[in-house]
């Protein structure tokens, strides 16, 4: 079976605190992709990033950095320097090989970064 | 701005009635999903339509139907509803057939209230 935890429900830190969201994922497939959404107050679902299970190498997009290792199946997302425009439920998903372009969310983690 | 559009973004009906969520993709793409957002459930994937076709089906309750149109926008009905599936309900677009690569943008949502 497939499944993505996010074990943090709730985070609060204080505006440019660095903070790491988890995430950790169960596949059985070899070939499969992981993804990072953000939804903030007004409720959409933005695209972060896009990682396929062959790429290991750790990303970074200005403020942003997810560190991938297969050997703990985790995908973290890391925000560097927090702003209050960070404020927002985080979401981590995962693609799977044969699963007709379903992708599994975990539950979310509340960013709720203060001024 | 993902350029997926929903319609209506609230909607407030009672049980027993039956509704019509309507998705637009964004433009060139070919696969609609629909998920389902609550608390109790999370993201749930409902169903996926390549170029008018099924393809995939999740945990989408009988009473609900969907289908693709030939200007590739897509419809979410629901019926005999009840309260407890008042939720948020998305709709994601993807360029191609829905391979597992393929990165989900997605529309505001509709939220739906029962009362």
């Known amino acids: 079976a497939q499944k993505v935890t996010q074990a943090q429900t709730e985070i609060s830190v204080v505006e440019k605190e660095d903070v790491t969201l988890d995430c950790v994922y169960e596949t059985r497939d070899t070939t499969y992709y992981l993804f990072w959404y953000k939804q903030p107050p007004s409720g959409e679902l933005v695209f972060l990033i896009r990682?396929?299970?062959?790429?290991?190498q750790n990303e970074i997009s200005g403020r942003y950095s997810w560190n991938f290792q297969k050997s703990t199946s985790s995908f973290n997302f890391t925000i560097t320097a927090s702003q209050v425009v960070d404020s927002a439920v985080y979401f981590c998903a995962l693609s799977g090989y044969n699963q007709g372009g379903k992708l599994i969310f975990g539950q979310g983690t509340e960013l709720s970064v203060k001024p | 701005d993902s350029g997926v559009t929903q319609t209506p973004k609230h909607l407030i009906t009672a049980t027993g009635q039956r509704v019509t969520l309507r998705c637009s993709p964004r433009s060139g793409d070919l696969s609609v999903y629909w998920y389902q957002q609550s608390l109790d459930q999370g993201l749930q994937f409902l169903i996926h339509y390549y170029n008018g076709e099924e393809r995939a089906k999740g945990n989408i309750l009988e009473r609900f139907s969907a289908q693709q149109f030939p200007d590739l926008h897509s419809e979410l009905n629901l019926s005999s509803l009840e309260l407890g599936d008042s939720a948020l309900y998305f709709c994601?677009?993807?360029?191609?057939?829905?391979?597992?690569?393929?990165?989900?943008?997605f529309g505001p949502g509709t939220r739906l209230l029962v009362l």
């Open positions: 994601a677009s993807s360029p191609r057939q829905g391979g597992l690569e393929e990165t989900q943008y």
């Open positions: 990682r396929n299970s062959f790429d290991e």
